[in-house]
């Protein structure tokens, strides 16, 4: 039987391998957490990027580097709306190469990268399955664009990258944004974290502390008030001590404006309670007994239980 | 999607070729390797439970083997074909797992599902003297096919899954495995 000529396949294969190996060589095993592995992007010189979920503790993170030697890393800062993480280490890192992220098109090879505990890169491939616009999180991150990757996120790889086919690094994959599938959180998104971390600023998103239904604002209403506003959202529970408690807010009363946002729905609300706007005094317009009133909110961080 | 590339039928055909069908006579049939010019196929220790075996080709054609060798721990079992029933045989070329890089492309053929010659691709997941281990779908009929690269070179024989992944035996355990046989027979 006379052998193959290494032909296209030979080829891929060996792209393939030293994608992985270019992108492995930015990448860190983060250890934070008893019972999950994880791993973690080199982002700067001093920068992993990981994800917030994987950190069980704030304190005695060590990283696995990609020479195998074990390091020590702090927390930079945390942003669970988006599951991302920032940890610094006084170790000298090899910074991800970026992709341009425009040019991904669904069908694409893509590889997961991590690294194991031994200091080891291990990687699974598959192909964008899904793209789409920017998206809000369940905890009310705004992530910049919807990337789905068709692979098996094996344990450990979480944290770690998503590769494209030459090794560039498109962003990073976690377990924590959905129940159902591995999601990638993209660069643009780690880049406006990382921005607002080394800002000082907070990452965490502002906190009302109520709970809403949306509800119809019925025509008479709306001329009362004039807008031109269909729906508007009811106030069913008020946290205690809450930034809305404290404002005077009350169960049953109709929100209609928060600062410059129209509130039709939940999200609307999340929307309004943006990045950076903890600290700001928000004037929130509203019905109560059919009249139109308005409060100056001050908003807070969310607290971490809630 | 690797379908489409230059190359890979001649190594779908390839392997195929040398991936034979196991059967014991009790349960489920596995896979094999034509492995060597004397009759030689290499199989899972779990595939090949009895004294002998049955063997059948790619192409229908079916061959008595006997057992003649088989080690539980490295999963491993040797059979020899009773009766020419092809020249020259259709003998695997073999590559040292221990070469691989993690992200190399590989691929498993084997007979799951009662399928015959079944392919499946995938890439090496990560690096372990145990076993190579590939981010690549294997059935229960997988077992003891080879597992090779993308020049259809064997670099293990398809021995487990474990959490989702495949794991095979190394080409250099089954070099080492029949180092002992001969060793043994001399």
């Keep these: 039987m006379s052998t193959n000529e290494p032909g296209a396949l030979a080829a891929l294969s060996a792209d393939l391998a030293a994608a992985v190996e270019r992108i492995a060589a930015s990448l860190v095993y983060v250890d934070a957490d008893r019972r999950r592995d994880s791993s973690g992007i080199a982002w700067d010189e001093h920068t992993i990027v990981t994800t917030d979920h994987a950190l069980e503790r704030d ?11 074990r390091a020590r890393a702090a927390i930079a800062g945390r942003d669970p709306s988006t599951d991302l993480a920032l940890l610094h280490t006084e170790a000298t890192l090899v910074p991800a190469a970026r992709a341009d992220a425009g040019a991904l098109r669904v069908g694409n090879i893509v590889l997961a990268v991590g690294r194991d505990e031994d200091g080891q890169p291990a990687a699974s491939m598959g192909v964008v399955s899904a793209l789409d616009g920017p998206w809000r999180t369940w905890r009310g991150g705004d992530i910049d664009r919807f990337v789905r990757p068709d692979l098996s996120l094996y344990p450990g790889l979480s944290g770690g990258a998503l590769a494209d086919a030459g090794g560039a690094l498109l962003g990073l994959n976690t377990w924590g944004l959905s129940r159902r599938m591995a999601l990638t959180v993209p660069n643009a998104t780690i880049e406006r974290v990382v921005a607002q971390v080394n800002a000082g600023g907070s990452i965490r998103p502002g906190y009302l502390g109520i709970a809403l239904q949306p509800v119809r604002l019925p025509d008479s209403l709306q001329r009362a008030l004039d807008i031109a506003q269909e729906g508007a959202v009811i106030v069913v529970d008020v946290a205690g001590g809450g930034p809305a408690e404290k404002a005077g807010v009350m169960i049953g009363d109709v929100l209609v404006h928060l600062g410059a946002q129209p509130l039709e729905d939940a999200d609307d609300v999340q929307r309004a309670l943006g990045n950076g706007t903890v600290g700001q005094a928000l004037t929130l317009r509203f019905v109560r007994a059919g009249e139109a009133r308005e409060l100056a909110v001050t908003i807070e961080e969310r607290p971490q239980d809630a | 999607m690797l379908s489409a590339l230059p190359g890979f ?145 064997v670099v293990g024989i398809n021995s487990m899954v474990a959490r989702g992944l495949a794991l095979a035996v190394p080409s250099g355990a089954i070099t080492d495995f029949l180092r002992d046989v001969y060793a043994a027979a001399a």
Excluded: C, Y
């Excluded at chain 1, 304190?59 to 030697?69: A, F, N, S």
């Excluded at chain 2, 392919?119 to 997941?125: F, K, P, S, W």
């Design chain 1, 59 to 69: 304190e005695d993170i060590e990283i696995v580097l990609p020479d195998g030697k």
């Design chain 2, 9 to 153: 039928a001649q190594l779908a055909e390839r392997l195929q070729a040398s991936t034979v069908r196991v059967g014991d006579g009790r349960r489920g049939a596995g896979s094999g390797v034509v492995w060597s010019m004397d009759g030689l196929v290499m199989t899972n220790a779990h595939v090949a439970r009895g004294r002998s075996a049955t063997v059948t080709f790619h192409d229908g054609r079916r061959a008595r083997a006997r057992v003649i060798a088989r080690d539980d721990e490295r999963d491993l079992a040797a059979l020899r074909l009773e009766n020419v029933v092809a020249f020259p045989l259709p003998v695997a070329g073999v590559r040292d797992a221990s070469s691989l890089r993690v992200g190399e492309l590989v691929f498993a053929v084997g007979n799951p599902l009662g399928l015959v010659g079944a392919m499946t691709a995938g890439i090496v997941q990560r690096l372990s003297d145990r076993f190579v281990i590939a981010d690549l779908r294997l059935e229960p009929g997988n077992s003891g096919g080879p597992l090779a690269d993308a020049q259809g070179r």
